[in-house]
């Protein structure tokens, strides 16, 4: 069984940092892209990073660009997003999600497991 | 990049069929046959219902189907049952960065 978990969410003050993990079991890590998605509460989704099987291509979307790290450890089966500069509208549930096909980012077709999700709050 | 145009809500009755819509541009819908639709209940973790337009993953119900006519995209559901009352998104591949729709909360009556 798939299962994501993801972790390190938590309430922070604008301008800090939080760092997110994911642990991934049920599947063959190394064999997919992962990818971060995010939802504000109340709102729709967007995706907000991915990195390929071996780490070699990373994407963010624009917003984010400069401020996020994505990461991942084939041999731990995690993967990781490092949030900097975190601003208010960076408040939101962060899930873990697997790549249903590719091995890359840069081919995107369908995210076929999702974990639970751990909540960022950005807030003085 | 803008959002993936969907209809806030959509309702319909037990064992009627709905369509929820999907507007893009040539730059992902329409570019593409990388449509993508997700189905969220509240308080739980989207699920993939639809992938490569019409495809769907095994386990999900043939009352969901999907498909493509020029840049937008349609989900279908078939003989509405109580437990198809969600938010449903869809997403696209684009050159840049994958998009989602603003979502469509779906009731069923």
């Known amino acids: 069984e798939v299962q994501l978990v993801e972790s390190g969410g938590g309430l922070v003050q604008p301008g800090r940092s939080l760092r997110l993990s994911c642990a991934a079991s049920?599947?063959?890590?190394?064999?997919?892209?992962m990818h971060w998605v995010r939802q504000a509460p109340g709102k729709g989704l967007e995706w907000v990073s991915g990195i390929s099987w071996n780490s070699g291509v990373k994407a963010y979307v624009d917003s984010v660009k400069g401020r996020f790290t994505i990461s991942r450890d084939n041999a731990k089966k995690s993967l990781y997003l490092q949030m900097n500069s975190l601003r208010a509208e960076d408040t939101a549930f962060y899930y873990c999600?697997?790549?249903?096909?590719?091995?890359?980012?840069?081919?995107?077709?369908?995210?076929?497991?999702w974990g639970q999700g751990t909540l960022v709050t950005v807030s003085s | 990049q803008s959002a993936l145009t969907q209809p806030a809500s959509v309702s319909g009755s037990p064992g009627q069929s709905i369509t929820i819509s999907c507007t893009g541009t040539s730059s992902d819908i329409g570019g593409y046959n990388f449509v993508s639709w997700y189905q969220q209940h509240p308080g739980k973790a989207p699920q993939l219902m639809i992938y490569d337009v019409s495809n769907r993953p095994s386990g999900v119900s043939n009352r969901f189907s999907g498909s493509k006519s020029g840049n937008t995209a349609s989900l279908t559901i078939s003989g509405l049952q109580a437990e198809d009352e969600a938010d449903y998104y869809c997403?696209?591949?684009?050159?840049?960065?994958?998009?989602f729709g603003g979502g469509t909360k779906l009731t069923v009556l």
């Open positions: 999600v697997k790549d249903g096909y590719c091995t890359s980012p840069s081919c995107y077709r369908q995210l076929d497991y």
């Open positions: 049920g599947f063959t890590f190394d064999d997919y892209a």
């Open positions: 997403s696209s591949y684009t050159s840049s960065s994958p998009l």
